[in-house]
């Protein structure tokens, strides 16, 4: 389904990704963990063409999808949905709206310029919040939603693209347990539901393990682990993270990095 063939994608004398090499034969929900600089986001962004190869393949369903140009390019990142840590809404506008944008990948900009969206597409826009447990929220600014809530409405936009993959480049490091749990939750309950690819850079071996079915490993660009998290192993981690165990704190703890204040304020309060 989704195979990387010696990828290699150089910035000057740095190898971020080095002669990488996997096949995926089926929707997986797959992690990608790794030291800060492993090469985590820049693998996510040779999938969805933000980035270019310097040199191999990476073919999706049988396509070459290094070699698209033009408005198949265009196609191909319409067919995949990006999920980011800082969730990437446009703030002031509503998170009905943020959502019918993921419809920017698949139409022409002017009519949705002028927030002309279909009935049928706002119905979809809040089938989908619903499914997600945010209907509720449709009419709010999205800055006023939680960190977690944000997220949720990322995954919503995504998939109002229908995307053939998922993307999430470290999709709860900016958030709390106990949202990163439900944004963790969401995300695999999609994956199970509708049987879509989910591959997401995760920055604890913890969350790796609970979530995926299938674990990559990346240091200094090279794939250095590639199976099942039953198989994450101390010393494999070692072999992921480097011997001087700063995967203990970093790939091992539940601890998630400091929320702003503001984003603590509004985090929903544990049921
Ligand atoms: N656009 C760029 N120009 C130059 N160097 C880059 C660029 N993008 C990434 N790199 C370098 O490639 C290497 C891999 O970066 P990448 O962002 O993929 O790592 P990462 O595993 O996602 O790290 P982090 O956990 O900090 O997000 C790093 O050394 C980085 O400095
Ligand atoms: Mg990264």
Redesign the pocket.
């Known amino acids: 389904m989704l195979t990387f063939t010696s990828v290699t994608r150089r910035?000057?004398q740095?190898l971020?990704v080095d002669d990488a090499s996997f096949h995926i034969d089926r929707p997986t929900f797959v992690g990608v963990i790794?030291?800060?600089?492993?090469?985590?986001?820049?693998?996510l962004r040779l999938v969805s063409r933000l980035?270019d190869a310097t040199s191999g393949k990476i073919h999706f369903e049988g396509r070459d999808i290094l070699t698209l140009q033009g408005a198949d390019k265009r196609a191909w990142q319409g067919r995949c949905g990006m999920i980011f840590q800082q969730f990437n809404l446009v703030p002031r506008l509503d998170v009905a709206t943020n959502v019918l944008h993921g419809l920017l990948s698949r139409r022409a900009v002017l009519p949705t310029l002028f927030n002309l969206w279909s009935e049928a597409d706002v119905l979809t826009a809040l089938s989908i919040l619903d499914r997600l447990g945010i209907a509720d929220q449709a009419a709010k600014r999205a800055e006023a939603l939680s960190g977690g809530q944000q997220q949720r409405v990322a995954i919503a936009r995504a998939l109002m693209q229908d995307p053939g993959l998922i993307l999430a480049d470290?999709p709860i490091a900016s958030l709390d347990p106990m949202n990163a749990k439900l944004v963790m939750d969401t995300l695999r309950r999609i994956h199970d539901e509708d049987g879509r690819m989910v591959i997401a850079?995760l920055?604890t071996l913890d969350t790796a393990r609970r979530y995926c079915d299938r674990v990559i490993g990346?240091r200094d660009?090279r794939v250095v682990f590639d199976g099942t998290p039953d198989l994450l192993t101390t010393q494999a981690a070692r072999d992921i993270y480097g011997a001087d165990a700063s995967f203990n704190e970093r790939a091992t703890s539940t601890a998630i990095p400091a929320l702003p204040d503001a984003a603590y304020a509004q985090a929903m309060p544990v049921p």
């Open positions: 910035f000057g740095r971020a790794g030291r800060s600089g492993a090469g985590k986001s820049t693998l980035t470290e850079n920055h990346m660009g």
